[in-house]
């Protein structure tokens, strides 16, 4: 389903929900923030000062394989 001007967010790193949550507040549209209950618990270091994420831009942690298709 889509809807037009709704952002979703969906952390995966402590980092990552620091960045993107501050990101969500400042945005003018609306934003939906999924966050996994796994993700509750994790430890991680935090880098001090402000953390602001990008909306609209994916965060590539690793490139998987290509696809080929079979046709």
Known sequence: ???????VVAPSTPTDVVGLMAAAVRDPAAVVFFEHKSLFAAKGEVPDGEIVG??????????????????
């Open 54 to 71: 990008q909306l609209g831009k994916a965060s590539v942690v690793r490139e998987g394989p290509t696809v080929r298709s079979s046709r």
């Open 1 to 7: 389903m889509m809807i037009p001007g709704l952002k």
